[in-house]
């Protein structure tokens, strides 16, 4: 889980992985900022004698960082019950839309998103199937299955055996396996391209023949903004919601946006982004929607002055 040294070098260059790992678990840019902040808190905060005893500090950073991830996903399903409308994940802009204002981080860049690599297990659609896993399993599976860890190492996370964890992982395994292969991203530019068209002609004819009768949209506000509590169902219904958003938010500029990884879209007024949206799509046709509104989950997309 790391290199031998004990260097401020070495020590530093481990955040990113930090960082990649803590997101994936936690679905939250800021929560995983934070907890790898801890971790090296933890490390400084050790003696210098302990720091040599240790032989591979990026293995040490990572279990610690894993055991604190592991303590917020159980605070955070707590959290979650109280939390007004659907809970989804933080988005991810494409670096070139984050804002690099800010102060300098002592361990590393300012900027954690710029140390997130964008591949299929940040896709929205992933980190969704990733929150319905017990706090135990998503850390088995994302350590194991996304970055390649031994079981005997993930045993020192988890507080458990090996074997325990190799079942954990084969337990959010078998809800994963439901996935589809992922769209090409040209594929999906395509569908989310069309998608972004109709919705600004208000064209609801157009928008049910792109989503899928049995399409589900979901919103995440925080309480904080206005929108849907619930999952719209059907494409004929959310069909119907947007077209009757877009005429309640006059002056909203749609743009499409890499969002996770993934081709979405953006919904900004007078320059501000208020919306970001993420799809998922099967055989040409919309099958999810996810929309975060948030603005404490959009401060990733704020744009430099």
Known sequence: MGTVGTSTDEIA???????????????????????????????YGLPRSRQEEILSPGAWLTTVTGRICLDLLGSARARRERYVGAWLPEPLPDRTEWDHAGGAD??????????IVLDESV??????????MTPAERVAFVLHDVFRYPFAEIADVLGRTPAACKQLAASARRRVSVARAPV?????ADVVRHVKEAWETKDIAALVGLLNPAAVMTADGGGMVGTVLRPVEGGARIAQYMVAI????????????????????????????MTVASFDVSDGRVTRIWVVRNPEKLRP???EG
């Open 184 to 188: 090409t991203a040209s594929g999906q």
């Open 123 to 132: 896709a929205m659609a992933f980190l969704v199937v990733l929150e319905s």
């Open 106 to 115: 002592p361990t590393g860049p300012a900027d954690p998103v710029d140390q």
């Open 13 to 43: 260059g481990e955040r990113r992985q930090l960082i990649n790992v803590a997101y994936r678990l936690l679905g939250s840019v800021t929560e995983a900022e934070d907890a790898v902040q801890d971790a090296y808190a933890r490390w």
């Open 301 to 303: 997309w704020a744009r």
């Open 246 to 273: 877009a005429d309640k938010a006059p002056g909203l500029e749609l743009l499409e946006r890499s969002v996770n990884g993934v081709p979405g879209l953006v919904a900004q007024r007078a320059g501000v982004v």
